[in-house]
């Protein structure tokens, strides 16, 4: 990617600032200090991983290193608080979301990294590989894999209007696997509603599937879907929808891992049963 020099890292958010993120990112910056001219923030996931970070020593090891600690939020993830760049700033950030003014300032410029290669990059002062940092790894050897073509294009399911689903409250998606968030809730909806308004998430819910759903759902009905369930994009709309119109719990045989993390923060339960 070339030399890209960094004026701020970020180490946070939802899905990258869990007590394992923070000691990888500790070992790294183990008596080492922050790059003079760089703002290197650090907001854990909630007061338990806090707390724990300060029990095995990590937060100490970021405050030794010059890091400083935040609350536990949202924070400079979507532009709020303490955090956001200055014009011109290159940030590298542990979070899952960027386009053009994430952080609360367009003239800025945001890159997704591992909590691993945040803490290297601080160090650093510029985008780094983390494992010039970590000598106790061993390098492995590469490996070739020969990925051969499916002989059938992968297509996304699309229930017809004649196939009802909708049984005694059970919406029956048994056959669908990777059912992904831009069929839940489109993307391009994001602009114009929030993710904290589920009253308006929800007649939008599930149009890219099953057009009946989001007219139909009522509440304390169960979903039971295949595997890779909630695969794609890291959008907030489709689990806050479905818990604002009561869906009592959503069965599937896996459930993507940045789904999971939203719909256990909005109390929807997610049943995987392979």
């Not at 890292?9 to 003079?36: H, P, Q, S, Y």
């Not at 945001?110 to 061993?138: E, N």
């Not at 809730?185 to 904290?196: P, Q």
């Amino acid at each position: 990617i070339g030399e890209i020099p960094v004026d701020q890292a970020f180490l946070g958010t939802c899905t990258n600032a869990r007590l394992d993120d923070f000691l990888i990112a500790a070992v790294i910056l183990e008596g080492k200090k922050i790059r003079k001219g760089v703002q290197f923030l650090v907001a854990p996931a909630s007061q338990e991983v806090y707390l724990e970070a300060l029990k095995e020593g990590a937060i100490h090891t970021f405050v030794e290193a010059g890091a400083t600690i935040l609350s536990c939020s949202c924070g400079p993830c979507l532009g709020k608080g303490q955090g956001i760049p200055a014009d011109g700033f290159n940030i590298i950030s542990t979070a899952n979301r960027n386009f053009l003014g994430r952080m609360g300032n367009k003239a800025s410029s945001v890159y997704l990294a591992s909590p691993a290669t945040v803490a290297a990059s601080a160090i650093a002062g510029k985008i780094v590989d983390p494992r010039d940092f970590l000598p106790l790894f061993v390098e492995e050897k590469e490996t070739k894999i020969d990925i051969q073509p499916k002989d059938e294009e992968e297509k996304t399911i699309v229930i017809a209007s004649d196939d009802d689903r909708y049984k005694k409250n059970v919406w029956n998606y048994c056959d669908v696997d990777d059912f992904n968030t831009d069929q839940m809730f489109a993307g391009n909806l994001t602009y114009d509603i929030k993710s904290a308004d589920g009253e308006k998430i929800v007649p939008h819910l599930f149009k890219g599937l099953d057009e009946s759903f989001a007219s139909r759902v009522e509440k304390d009905d169960i979903i039971v879907s295949g595997s890779n369930f909630g695969s794609g994009s890291s959008r907030e709309h489709p689990s806050v929808g479905l818990a604002y119109a009561g869906v009592k719990a959503v069965i599937v045989k896996s459930v993507a891992r940045i789904f999971y993390r939203s719909a256990i923060n909005q109390g929807l339960p997610i049943i995987v049963h392979p």
